[in-house]
């Protein structure tokens, strides 16, 4: 196996990677130790990677197959990336609560990268949290109430709606549908590992199957805040050229929202997934 440096950022998920320069070519052996990194760590991070967007766009290949964002353009040249940016008049940023990206699609994206091409002189971190961890926290009666429960996803629920307010306005995708639903089973199987994870989020799940809204509204609340608990996650500082690869399968993230006055810019790829598989 190719030799990388693989440091863990928290106990619960995240490690950076060392040694590989991304610029350059990258064989095989590895790449399969990067995706093992991921795997195993969920969310991985590289540092002084600078990329140009076509580098970027290949880099992201090596994994899996980028698919266009549904409200937002990419760029110009390269559709398949969107600029995630703040610009500082503005008060709300974008993904800026917990969220799996896109549950809303019946087949959700399998992972997402993230590349910073400016970044505020503090603040702008981003929180990552383990789904695994959090469904393998819960009690034994709560495992088993989850385990048949179908969760309901929607765009337009909204949270999720309002922090991409800025870029639809001045970005948006004229194809782009009112809103998105798609029903996934709340405890998901990974289709690479065998694990469990939980998969509901806050900014995007409104109910479940069967149930009205407001029988569904005690179990969400206590589910979103037990998947958050600092145990289970993981904070990133940015640097310009740094580069975040997480897996939406089994983790969160968030994006914090502390650098009023600043201008943010990162570029994102997003490779397709599957369809969610229950237990």
Same mark, same amino acid.
């Given at each position: 196996?190719? *030799?990388?440096? &693989?440091?863990?950022?928290?106990? *619960?998920? =995240?490690?950076?990677? *060392? =040694?590989?320069?991304?610029?350059?070519?990258?064989? @095989?052996?590895?790449?399969?130790?990067?995706?093992?990194?991921?795997?195993?760590?969920?969310?991985?991070?590289?540092?002084?990677?600078?990329?140009?967007?076509?580098?970027?766009?290949?880099?992201?290949?090596?994994?899996?197959?980028?698919? @266009?964002?549904?409200?937002?353009?990419g760029l110009a040249?390269?559709?398949?990336?969107?600029?995630?940016?703040?610009?500082?008049?503005?008060?709300?940023?974008?993904?800026?609560?917990?969220?799996?990206?896109?549950?809303?699609?019946?087949?959700?994206?399998?992972?997402?990268?993230?590349?910073?091409?400016? &970044?505020?002189?503090?603040?702008?971190?981003?929180?990552?949290?383990?789904?695994?961890?959090?469904?393998?926290?819960?009690?034994?009666?709560?495992?088993?109430?989850?385990? =048949?429960?179908?969760?309901?996803?929607?765009?337009?629920?909204?949270?999720?709606?309002?922090?991409?307010?800025?870029?639809?306005?001045?970005?948006?995708?004229?194809?782009?549908?009112?809103?998105? &639903?798609?029903?996934?089973?709340? &405890?998901?199987?990974? !289709?690479?590992? =065998?694990?469990?994870?939980?998969?509901?989020?806050?900014?995007?799940?409104?109910?479940? @199957?069967?149930?009205?809204?407001?029988?569904?509204?005690?179990?969400?609340?206590?589910?979103?805040?037990?998947?958050?608990?600092?145990?289970?996650?993981?904070?990133?500082?940015?640097?310009?050229?740094?580069?975040?690869?997480?897996?939406?399968?089994?983790?969160?993230?968030?994006?914090?929202?502390?650098?009023?006055?600043?201008?943010?810019?990162?570029?994102?790829v997003t490779l397709?997934?599957?369809? !969610?598989?229950g237990v």
């Open positions: 196996m190719a *030799s990388i440096g &693989v440091t863990p950022l928290a106990g *619960s998920l =995240g490690a950076t990677i *060392s =040694g590989v320069d991304l610029t350059g070519p990258v064989d @095989e052996d590895t790449i399969a130790a990067i995706r093992q990194a991921w795997l195993q760590h969920l969310v991985i991070f590289f540092r002084d990677q600078d990329l140009t967007p076509g580098q970027f766009l290949a880099f992201a290949r090596r994994f899996g197959e980028p698919i @266009e964002y549904p409200f937002v353009q040249e390269h559709p398949e990336i969107i600029p995630v940016l703040k610009l500082p008049h503005e008060q709300v940023n974008f993904g800026g609560i917990w969220h799996s990206d896109t549950a809303y699609l019946e087949a959700p994206p399998m992972a997402s990268l993230l590349i910073a091409r400016e &970044v505020p002189p503090v603040g702008g971190d981003t929180e990552f949290a383990n789904m695994y961890l959090a469904y393998e926290t819960l009690s034994d009666g709560m495992k088993r109430l989850l385990e =048949g429960l179908i969760a309901i996803n929607s765009s337009a629920a909204a949270d999720a709606s309002r922090t991409r307010e800025d870029r639809r306005r001045d970005s948006g995708r004229a194809d782009a549908r009112a809103e998105y &639903v798609a029903h996934h089973p709340v &405890v998901r199987v990974h !289709p690479e590992t =065998g694990r469990r994870a939980l998969y509901v989020n806050v900014a995007h799940t409104v109910g479940f @199957e069967g149930m009205t809204r407001e029988e569904s509204a005690p179990i969400l609340s206590y589910l979103y805040r037990h998947q958050t608990r600092a145990e289970l996650t993981c904070r990133f500082r940015w640097q310009p050229r740094s580069i975040a690869f997480w897996d939406n399968r089994c983790a969160q993230h968030n994006a914090i929202n502390d650098y009023h006055g600043h201008r943010r810019l990162m570029h994102r397709a997934g599957d369809r !969610p598989k």
